[in-house]
């Protein structure tokens, strides 16, 4: 499985960006995707999570209400999308989209497949 990230950018605080995710491949293999982020000089962190299979979602209780992840799915390739509204400057971040079987395995940091990241800035 091969996972795209883009829609990383530079936003005042108090606004808006769409992550997106694109994962082609045997994306079987890819029933949960979600993300993870790292700023600067510290640790990373898990963001969300959608399951294919369970049509479950996962947030830490910090980001839920802010966050939004959804999901598409076409017959060549599943996308996953990261809604992120009311930003701050401490959401920046560099972010980055993963794959596994499960979100309860990417709760976990068990993960399969990783994307390259998109860089979030927040700033005035």
């Known amino acids: 499985v091969q996972l795209q990230a883009s829609g990383g950018g530079l936003v005042q605080p108090g606004g808006s960006l769409r992550l997106s995710c694109a994962a082609f491949?045997?994306?079987?293999?890819?029933?949960?995707i979600g993300w993870f982020r790292q700023a600067s000089g510290k640790e990373r962190e898990k963001v969300s999570c959608?399951?294919?299979?369970?049509?479950?979602?996962?947030?830490p209780d910090s980001r839920e209400g802010r966050f939004t992840i959804s999901r598409e799915n076409t017959e060549n390739a599943v996308t996953v999308y990261l809604q992120m509204n009311s930003l701050e400057p401490k959401d920046t971040a560099i972010y980055y989209c993963?794959?596994?079987?499960?979100?309860?395995?990417?709760?976990?940091?068990?993960?399969?497949?990783w994307g390259q990241g998109t860089l979030v800035t927040v700033s005035s």
């Open positions: 993963a794959a596994t079987i499960s979100c309860l395995a990417l709760s976990r940091e068990i993960v399969d497949f």
């Open positions: 491949g045997d994306t079987f293999d890819a029933n949960a």
């Open positions: 959608i399951s294919n299979s369970e049509g479950s979602t996962y947030y």
